[in-house]
């Protein structure tokens, strides 16, 4: 009983709770970019490249052969999954430059200096001009 206590008490931490919480909202937002660079960013780019899909590129090392298949080497999908982990990436960091920057409008302007200070920084400048 002793473990499952112990089970318990790890489960409900907060920090397992939040990497929990920040796993799947990773995941939701992973669905969200790639539906963003497949579905409204890749369509134009691929009309504006004249259609041209990298999946299809491929050579055949070995041709099929009875029930054995073909020994393709696909190339052209690893060349799709970099130009998509780019673009991917471009667009993540268009986000966080874009939350940054709303950050950074929200910050408090400094607090006032305490009285103290202003007072001696008056006697200062007070003596400076004598």
Do not use: C, H
Not at 10 to 30: C, P, S, T, Y
């Amino acid at each position: 009983m002793g473990m499952l206590k112990e089970l318990r008490a790890f489960a409900v931490k907060g920090n397992v709770v939040d990497l929990a919480v920040a796993v799947i909202i990773g995941a939701a937002f992973g669905k969200l970019i790639s539906s963003f660079v497949g579905d409204v960013v890749m369509p134009p780019l691929g009309l504006l490249i004249g259609g041209v899909n990298f999946t299809d590129l491929a050579v055949t090392l070995k041709p099929a052969s009875g029930a054995a298949p073909a020994v393709v080497w696909a190339y052209g999908k690893f060349l799709q999954a970099v130009f998509d982990f780019a673009l991917i990436a471009f667009v993540i960091f268009l986000a966080v430059q874009g939350i940054n920057r709303l950050k950074r409008e929200q910050q408090p302007a400094p607090a006032a200096p305490p009285r103290q200070e202003v007072l001696l920084e008056e006697i200062r400048d007070l003596l400076k001009r004598k």
